[in-house]
């Protein structure tokens, strides 16, 4: 997936063979995962369809599946995403969001026996977090400023949710509106929260595209909050409501 994997575990003592297993089996399910839809990889079913190597009915069948989710995803988001717009089919934005939760399910019987008290599964700065039932424990995510570095634009804190981010920061123009082909201009951030990392991940760079001054469409989506950064605005909503509009006091 050209990024970083990690796993984070939260436990009284340490404990190892059921748990070991679990962790073993989500990183076996990412690996699957980057090696069907890779585009890093030109042996991937991702690549061998956009090189014409590969039909649709011939590859994995996990491509069918996430391929539709993204035709809903560009019809909901007015063409803002859409995983088609270069002429082939690169789900970039959403297969990321959509491995991590199946990898995460991993972890779904050690959390119940309470074996571990919490789970995260972080893949390039996007969050799983898990908390068994019972558990005390609330994931404290903070969100860095896109254009101060070691400053924090905002803190998340969540029980069981998902957490994405998306934007300029870390990785420059590599943001495309697939409605016009541009790269985007200028700093911008979007983070997102909900209760899978699919959404999350797909809805935070929907976000982003549209930019801070076109988020009617985040009215529709199936979050719970986001915050948007740009040009040293913030806007804020939740559950689909703006719930503040502010002026960054670190702008210049």
Known sequence: MGTVASITLI????????VGEAVAACIERLRDDERVFSTYRDDSDVSRLRDGLLALDEADPRV???????R?????SGGRFDADWRGWFDPT????GWSVDAAATAFDGVLAAGAIEAVGVNV?????????AGSDHVWRVGVAHPTRAGTLLATVEVVDAAVATSGTAERGAHL???????????????TVVASDLATADAWA????????DDLDVVGSAPVASGIVWQHGRTR???GGVEVSAFHDALAG
């Open 236 to 238: 804020r909503f939740a």
């Open 93 to 96: 934005g959403y297969v990321k």
């Open 205 to 212: 760079t929907i976000a982003a595209v549209a930019g801070i």
């Open 64 to 70: 069918a599946e996430v391929a539709a989710r993204c």
């Open 72 to 76: 809903e995803l560009r019809a909901r």
């Open 11 to 18: 436990a009284a003592v340490r404990r190892d063979g059921d």
């Open 176 to 190: 495309i509106d697939p409605r016009t082909g541009a790269a985007l201009t200028g700093p911008v951030s979007a």
């Open 124 to 132: 390039g700065g996007d969050m799983r977090l898990r908390t068994a």
